[in-house]
Structures are given as C-alpha cells and as structure tokens.
C-alpha cells in the first residue's frame, strides 16, 4: 500500500504471501529477517519491483538503498513501523534551579535514523494572489513594484532545505531531533 502511494505498482511475483517479506540483495542469502520483535522467513521466489524513483539520488546511494529494501505484507507494516519507534524518555529542567523539576518526567517517540520519507510540494503561482504582475495601483498605493515569479518562490523554498541538515524541524531539535537531508525527485525520477 505505502509503495503504491510512492508509485510502485506490485505484481504477484513482487508480493509477499501473508507472513513473508520480499527482499534486496543484500539479505538474499538469509532464510528469515529479524525486523525488531518479529523473526519473518523470506520469500526466495519473489523478487523486488524496480525502485526508478530512486535513480536521481546517484548510483551509489541507489545501489545502497535498493538493496536494503524489505517489502512486508500490508497487515504488518503498521505494527513494524510502531515497535521500531525510538522512545526518549527525559525530565523536564526547571529555569529556576537548572535542576530537573520533581513530577516532571516525560517520554517522546521519534522516527529512527536513517528512515525514509517523501513528500509532495505544492507551489502557488503568485499570480494567482496578485504578487506576481505589478498591479497599476501599486506605487500610488506606496506598495513595491517587484515582481514575484514562480521560480522565485520555489528557489526561496528549494534554499531552506539545506538548514533542516544543521538546523533541524519540528520538535526538540536541540536535543538532536528533527535533522534532515532533502533530496529532491522530479515526477518522471528526475532530480
């Protein structure tokens, strides 16, 4: 189901059975595949979809990604994805003291290291808002005259990706959450 949402279309000869899982070629020598707290056999007779979404990330982050590739059953992904959370647990600090406040204990989930996600980015054209022609009105109205084109937007918005890598988003980044590394892939694979 997730690969679908990704673009992959699954055969018969690429789905596992109900309690396998399909491989890469790195475990491909393996009977079973311990994926936390369940010990699943691999289906040998199967074999891997083709992964093209992952040919603009470069042949060296291509080849490694593809052959790490596990494909579950639909009815077990979800209990996989949940048991494989990282949980913190952590006292809150009181500003007062700089000790830990006492009642204060805390716990929090976090996506491990290294997971994969993707996502799409929907850019508007500021002509749409009238940003994007200069309106007759605008210097009688002490507004600014500069245009604002759609690539304009979406280079402001390509140019924050670099500062998830140190900054980090979301929640809790300076104990070390939220850094990530964006990859951009165009519809057809391209980068």
């Known amino acids: 189901m997730i690969l679908e949402d990704f673009g992959i279309q699954l055969e018969t000869k690429n789905k596992p059975s109900n ?15 311990n994926l936390g707290w369940l010990n699943l056999p691999i289906e040998d007779e199967k ?23 596990v494909i579950v059953p639909d009815s077990l992904i979800s ?21 830990g406040k006492d009642g204060a204990l805390f716990t929090s989930e976090a996506i491990p290291r290294s997971t994969i996600l993707w996502f799409e980015l929907g850019i508007n054209d500021p002509d749409y808002f009238g ?5 007759e009105n605008s210097s009688k109205e002490g507004k600014s005259n500069t245009l604002i084109s759609l690539l ?13 890598e140190t900054l980090g988003i979301g929640g809790m980044v300076t104990r070390g959450f939220g850094r990530v590394t964006i990859e951009e892939v165009g519809e057809n694979g391209s980068k």
């Open 19 to 33: 309690s396998f899982i399909v491989v890469g070629s790195e475990f491909s020598g393996e009977s079973s595949l």
């Open 47 to 69: 074999e891997l979809p083709s992964f093209d979404h992952l040919a603009s990330l470069g042949s060296k982050k291509n080849k490694l990604l593809s052959s790490r590739i």
């Open 79 to 99: 209990q996989i994805i949940n048991s494989n959370l990282e949980v913190r647990t952590s006292v809150s600090i009181d500003p007062v003291t700089g000790a």
């Open 131 to 135: 940003y994007g022609k200069k309106s």
């Open 152 to 164: 304009d937007v979406k280079s402001i918005v390509k140019g924050g990706f670099c500062y998830f």
